[in-house]
């Protein structure tokens, strides 16, 4: 199966002028394949943040490469960049980054207007996600008006709307209740399953964790163990991941 | 621990509190600026020949501190915002209300007061900088003149700790009615949704509708001198309430078709149009005001350019000649050949005897006279043009048409130097009668230059208006004749008006670069994630740069369109005091609009910078 991440050698130092440096990310090698669920978990401080930013373009690393779709993401200039991410990739943080001066159509459209797609076009696909998503009733509305589930169900629309290859989660569960954490999950899973968007989700939080295909579990920088779910239920699979944190923070 | 964390604020968030200073610094300044010429009657009666340029002050100084107190009231509300959560954090870990808002009230205080001495001496400096520049560069010496004037720096003084201390009073006030979560909360807080429905479009439509009623008053009553101070008063109320009403929601309505339009759906124009409902909103008590001060500013300036502009072309149509030289010395000779764009010279020769000066007829036909025509219609002096020069022989001089008789004035106009009694005497022009009189031959010559107050024109004819006072002592009290000499005596009158309305200009113009500035910059903190959002979704840096450049263009559009329309109507009032005023109006917009460029390409690139710099 094709790769959508294949990261090699990945090194981000923090204050290379001093003696000694510090290592965020240690010679981090990982893929994720075409349609996967991927998680990354680890304690704070452990450079999981990091790597999201390095690997969604947002921050350039000291060495290595990160390859996406076959693009090598830090050979792109700016503009390239730019392009790149409005039409391969997606982003859902847990502060949902909404835009508040706009309506929650605009947000959701926000990526097929950069793309320049004609305004028919936009409405029929905001209106799909939005379908997809249960927002049809609040698309007029601005996020100010809306609840932390609805506005985390938004910026999971404006991830999907351009149908990209790859969707990156910043602990898109974070602010949310069980409840709405649990909907959030679920509408992740449906996009990964139904649409076949791959997803990389950084996350602390084993019960969100327990959705994907395979966990990475990250402490100093390094990737020092990984889960794959293989056959096992979601349940299963959050016993698992329980037991192994019990394990891995001792 | 209070003051410690207070200090700690000052140096994370200096960059935030510089803007705010410098704007508090900036409104000092102008106010004392403003005070210092507003009450200094001695030099408002001294330089103007109009009775209620006192009144106009006195409702110029109201209105400016209208002006200042909208914007003190929302710097302040700015230092609040800014350590509004600090505040939250520290009742949290159990400071009393009461020590916090004392501390909040401590803070607006000093900070005023620091602003307060800072801004007072900014101003002195920049009425002594602008009063001498100004002076210098339209060269007038106006008696009376101060850089300090007692009553105005008392009532900057006293306005000015009123204000901080009503502002510190209603921080305090707020901080006692707002609970914990919410100031722990209020950097989060969203901005005021716009408005839309049938309210808006009710307000919208009357906000247009007072808007042109102002105009009708100002254009109809104030400029026809009808119940002249209330007219004024009603057209400024009108005026304001009108660009209030306007911005807030005339716009808003406006907006909500082009977000509604397809056109809007590309790149990012949904965006700057998001984000200008918004702005709109939290901008409009400070764009009506920068509104109210870029039309002041340009008012100001268009008024004191028409006195400038206008003076030369009245002294033109004073006479057909610039100056004339009695019994032209070397001296004399060696400047007018300096002189550049010379339309003619030419000398006469004549006797003065007791009571008749006495021309030789036949140099005016080797040499004609220049004169005006008489012009037929009534407003002769109303005109903007200088009327063509016509030359006349002998004969026309001795015995002119109706029409032609202005070339009497040019004779009795020419010999003044040398003779006290020039006015009472007769002219005669006889060749027969030059050629046996026995007086000495005297000469007189005339010079005529297409622009008298370019340079080197104004310094030499300065010299030879200088050389011929000192030689000939009738010239002190009457001035030397032609339309150099008339220039001279206008510039006692309408100087002072001139100098008011460049120095205002001035004045305001800072005062508005200052307000808007800060009003945009104070965004950035709300903008930066907005921008960050949009570079994770793909828009490119151009894209970005762009949309921010559009939007804060359209802000800075929005006072320039209603403030140029504000002077356009507004101008007619001033007929009353000058022939055209609207003679000023294009260069001086050239000139306020230039700076107002400036001032957005400069916010703009600030805004840039600021925005870089959260990222890293």
């Given at each position: 199966m094709k790769n959508v991440i294949d990261v090699k050698n990945l090194n981000l130092t923090y204050n290379t002028n001093g003696s000694k440096p510090f290592y965020a990310l240690k010679d981090v090698n990982l893929t994720v394949s075409e349609g996967k669920f991927v998680a990354i978990m680890g304690p704070s401080g452990s450079g999981k943040s990091s790597l999201l930013n390095v690997l969604a373009s947002l921050q350039a690393p000291t060495s290595g490469e990160v390859l996406i779709d076959d693009q090598n993401i830090w050979q792109l200039n700016a503009n390239q960049l730019a392009k790149f991410r409005g039409q391969k990739l997606g982003f859902i943080f847990q502060e949902y980054n909404l835009i508040e001066s706009l309506s929650v159509f605009d947000n959701i459209a926000l990526p097929l207007s950069l793309a320049k797609a004609k305004a028919a076009n936009i409405k029929e696909a905001v209106n799909h996600v939005a379908t997809l998503l249960h927002l049809t009733e609040q698309l007029t509305k601005f996020p100010s008006e809306l609840s932390g589930g609805q506005k985390q169900r938004v910026a999971a629309a404006r991830a999907l709307v351009h149908q990209p290859k790859l969707i990156f989660g910043d602990e898109p569960t974070g602010a949310l209740d069980s409840a709405n954490a649990r909907e959030m999950m679920n509408y992740l899973n449906k996009i990964n399953n139904e649409q076949h968007i791959s997803i990389l989700m950084v996350t602390h939080d084993g019960f969100s964790a327990s959705f994907a295909n395979k966990i990475h579990f990250l402490s100093d920088g390094q990737i020092v163990q990984t889960l794959e779910r293989g056959d096992q239920t979601r349940e299963e699979f959050y016993r698992a991941v329980l037991d192994f944190l019990g394990t891995f923070e001792e | 621990m209070l003051t410690k964390i207070a200090v700690q604020t000052i140096k994370t968030k200096w960059k935030n509190l510089l803007i705010l200073f410098a704007g508090l610094v900036i409104s000092t300044a102008i106010f004392y600026m403003f005070s210092t010429v507003a009450n200094n009657k001695a030099f408002l009666t001294a330089n103007t020949s109009i009775k209620s340029i006192i009144v106009v002050f006195v409702i110029g100084e109201i209105l400016l501190g209208l002006i200042t107190f909208i914007y003190l009231n929302f710097a302040n509300r700015f230092l609040v915002q800014l350590r509004q959560r600090e505040y939250g954090l520290l009742m949290m870990f159990g400071a009393n209300k009461l020590s916090i808002s004392r501390l909040l009230f401590m803070e607006t205080f000093f900070l005023g007061l620091i602003s307060l001495v800072m801004g007072s001496f900014l101003g002195a400096g920049l009425t002594i900088v602008a009063g001498n520049v100004l002076q210098k560069q339209l060269d007038l010496t106006l008696p009376h003149w101060q850089i300090f004037n007692s009553t105005g720096f008392i009532i900057t003084i006293c306005y000015f700790i009123i204000v901080f201390s009503l502002n510190g009073f209603l921080n305090q006030l707020y901080i006692n009615r707002t609970d914990i979560n919410k100031l722990l909360q209020a950097n989060q807080s969203a901005e005021k949704t716009p408005k839309t429905g049938v309210a808006n479009f009710i307000t919208g439509i009357i906000g247009i509708v007072l808007l042109i009623l102002s105009f009708v008053v100002m254009a109809q009553l104030v400029a026809k001198g009808i119940f002249i101070l209330i007219a004024l008063v009603l057209a400024i109320v009108l005026n304001i309430s009108g660009t209030y009403l306007f911005i807030r929601s005339s716009l808003t309505l406006v907006l909500n078709v082009l977000k509604g339009s397809s056109l809007s759906a590309t790149g990012l124009r949904r965006f700057t149009l998001g984000q200008l409902s918004f702005r709109l909103r939290a901008f409009e008590r400070i764009l009506t005001i920068v509104t109210l001060l870029f039309a002041l500013a340009l008012g100001a300036l268009t008024v004191g350019r028409g006195y400038e502009l206008s003076t030369p072309t009245?002294?033109?149509?004073?006479?057909?000649?610039?100056?004339?030289?009695?019994?032209?010395?070397?001296?004399?000779?060696q400047l007018i050949s300096q002189l550049q764009g010379v339309t003619y010279t030419k000398t006469y020769q004549y006797k003065q005897l007791t009571n008749e000066i006495v021309w030789d007829a036949a140099q005016f036909d080797r040499e004609p006279l220049p004169y005006y025509k008489s012009s037929t219609s009534d407003n002769s002096s109303?005109?903007?043009?200088?009327?063509?020069?016509?030359?006349?022989?002998?004969?026309?001089?001795s015995k002119p048409n109706p029409s032609d008789f202005l070339i009497r004035k040019t004779l009795t106009d020419l010999a003044t130097a040398t003779n006290p009694n020039h006015i009472s005497i007769g002219n005669t022009v006889d060749t027969h009668k030059f050629a046996i009189s026995k007086a000495p031959v005297k000469r007189v010559t005339i010079v005529h230059v297409k622009n008298m107050t370019?340079?080197?024109?104004?310094?030499?004819?300065?010299?030879?208006a200088a050389t011929q006072t000192k030689r000939f002592p009738t010239l002190a009290t009457l001035g030397v004749s032609g339309a150099y000499g008339f220039l001279e005596i206008s510039k006692g009158v309408f100087g002072g008006l001139e100098f008011m309305g460049f120095f205002l200009a001035i004045a305001f113009l800072v005062m508005l670069a200052s307000t808007l500035m800060f009003k945009v910059l104070s965004n950035v903190d709300i903008d930066r994630r907005r921008y960050q959002i949009l570079t994770m979704i793909g828009a490119t840096p151009a894209q970005r740069i762009f949309a921010n450049a559009l939007e804060i263009a359209i802000i800075f559009i929005v006072p320039l369109t209603i403030g140029i329309i504000d002077v356009v109507y507004g101008l007619p009032m001033f007929k009353a005091l000058m022939v055209n005023p609207y003679i000023g109006l294009t260069s001086s917009l050239l000139i306020i609009v230039s700076f107002y460029t400036l001032y957005y390409v400069l916010t703009v690139i600030i805004y840039q910078q600021m925005l870089k710099k959260g990222n890293k």
């Amino acid at each position: 199966m094709k790769n959508v991440i294949d990261v090699k050698n990945l090194n981000l130092t923090y204050n290379t002028n001093g003696s000694k440096p510090f290592y965020a990310l240690k010679d981090v090698n990982l893929t994720v394949s075409e349609g996967k669920f991927v998680a990354i978990m680890g304690p704070s401080g452990s450079g999981k943040s990091s790597l999201l930013n390095v690997l969604a373009s947002l921050q350039a690393p000291t060495s290595g490469e990160v390859l996406i779709d076959d693009q090598n993401i830090w050979q792109l200039n700016a503009n390239q960049l730019a392009k790149f991410r409005g039409q391969k990739l997606g982003f859902i943080f847990q502060e949902y980054n909404l835009i508040e001066s706009l309506s929650v159509f605009d947000n959701i459209a926000l990526p097929l207007s950069l793309a320049k797609a004609k305004a028919a076009n936009i409405k029929e696909a905001v209106n799909h996600v939005a379908t997809l998503l249960h927002l049809t009733e609040q698309l007029t509305k601005f996020p100010s008006e809306l609840s932390g589930g609805q506005k985390q169900r938004v910026a999971a629309a404006r991830a999907l709307v351009h149908q990209p290859k790859l969707i990156f989660g910043d602990e898109p569960t974070g602010a949310l209740d069980s409840a709405n954490a649990r909907e959030m999950m679920n509408y992740l899973n449906k996009i990964n399953n139904e649409q076949h968007i791959s997803i990389l989700m950084v996350t602390h939080d084993g019960f969100s964790a327990s959705f994907a295909n395979k966990i990475h579990f990250l402490s100093d920088g390094q990737i020092v163990q990984t889960l794959e779910r293989g056959d096992q239920t979601r349940e299963e699979f959050y016993r698992a991941v329980l037991d192994f944190l019990g394990t891995f923070e001792e | 621990m209070l003051t410690k964390i207070a200090v700690q604020t000052i140096k994370t968030k200096w960059k935030n509190l510089l803007i705010l200073f410098a704007g508090l610094v900036i409104s000092t300044a102008i106010f004392y600026m403003f005070s210092t010429v507003a009450n200094n009657k001695a030099f408002l009666t001294a330089n103007t020949s109009i009775k209620s340029i006192i009144v106009v002050f006195v409702i110029g100084e109201i209105l400016l501190g209208l002006i200042t107190f909208i914007y003190l009231n929302f710097a302040n509300r700015f230092l609040v915002q800014l350590r509004q959560r600090e505040y939250g954090l520290l009742m949290m870990f159990g400071a009393n209300k009461l020590s916090i808002s004392r501390l909040l009230f401590m803070e607006t205080f000093f900070l005023g007061l620091i602003s307060l001495v800072m801004g007072s001496f900014l101003g002195a400096g920049l009425t002594i900088v602008a009063g001498n520049v100004l002076q210098k560069q339209l060269d007038l010496t106006l008696p009376h003149w101060q850089i300090f004037n007692s009553t105005g720096f008392i009532i900057t003084i006293c306005y000015f700790i009123i204000v901080f201390s009503l502002n510190g009073f209603l921080n305090q006030l707020y901080i006692n009615r707002t609970d914990i979560n919410k100031l722990l909360q209020a950097n989060q807080s969203a901005e005021k949704t716009p408005k839309t429905g049938v309210a808006n479009f009710i307000t919208g439509i009357i906000g247009i509708v007072l808007l042109i009623l102002s105009f009708v008053v100002m254009a109809q009553l104030v400029a026809k001198g009808i119940f002249i101070l209330i007219a004024l008063v009603l057209a400024i109320v009108l005026n304001i309430s009108g660009t209030y009403l306007f911005i807030r929601s005339s716009l808003t309505l406006v907006l909500n078709v082009l977000k509604g339009s397809s056109l809007s759906a590309t790149g990012l124009r949904r965006f700057t149009l998001g984000q200008l409902s918004f702005r709109l909103r939290a901008f409009e008590r400070i764009l009506t005001i920068v509104t109210l001060l870029f039309a002041l500013a340009l008012g100001a300036l268009t008024v004191g350019r028409g006195y400038e502009l206008s003076t030369p072309t009245l002294a033109e149509q004073s006479s057909p000649f610039t100056i004339n030289i009695n019994q032209p010395s070397k001296q004399d000779d060696q400047l007018i050949s300096q002189l550049q764009g010379v339309t003619y010279t030419k000398t006469y020769q004549y006797k003065q005897l007791t009571n008749e000066i006495v021309w030789d007829a036949a140099q005016f036909d080797r040499e004609p006279l220049p004169y005006y025509k008489s012009s037929t219609s009534d407003n002769s002096s109303f005109t903007a043009s200088v009327p063509k020069i016509q030359f006349g022989n002998a004969n026309q001089i001795s015995k002119p048409n109706p029409s032609d008789f202005l070339i009497r004035k040019t004779l009795t106009d020419l010999a003044t130097a040398t003779n006290p009694n020039h006015i009472s005497i007769g002219n005669t022009v006889d060749t027969h009668k030059f050629a046996i009189s026995k007086a000495p031959v005297k000469r007189v010559t005339i010079v005529h230059v297409k622009n008298m107050t370019s340079q080197p024109n104004a310094q030499i004819l300065k010299k030879l208006a200088a050389t011929q006072t000192k030689r000939f002592p009738t010239l002190a009290t009457l001035g030397v004749s032609g339309a150099y000499g008339f220039l001279e005596i206008s510039k006692g009158v309408f100087g002072g008006l001139e100098f008011m309305g460049f120095f205002l200009a001035i004045a305001f113009l800072v005062m508005l670069a200052s307000t808007l500035m800060f009003k945009v910059l104070s965004n950035v903190d709300i903008d930066r994630r907005r921008y960050q959002i949009l570079t994770m979704i793909g828009a490119t840096p151009a894209q970005r740069i762009f949309a921010n450049a559009l939007e804060i263009a359209i802000i800075f559009i929005v006072p320039l369109t209603i403030g140029i329309i504000d002077v356009v109507y507004g101008l007619p009032m001033f007929k009353a005091l000058m022939v055209n005023p609207y003679i000023g109006l294009t260069s001086s917009l050239l000139i306020i609009v230039s700076f107002y460029t400036l001032y957005y390409v400069l916010t703009v690139i600030i805004y840039q910078q600021m925005l870089k710099k959260g990222n890293k």
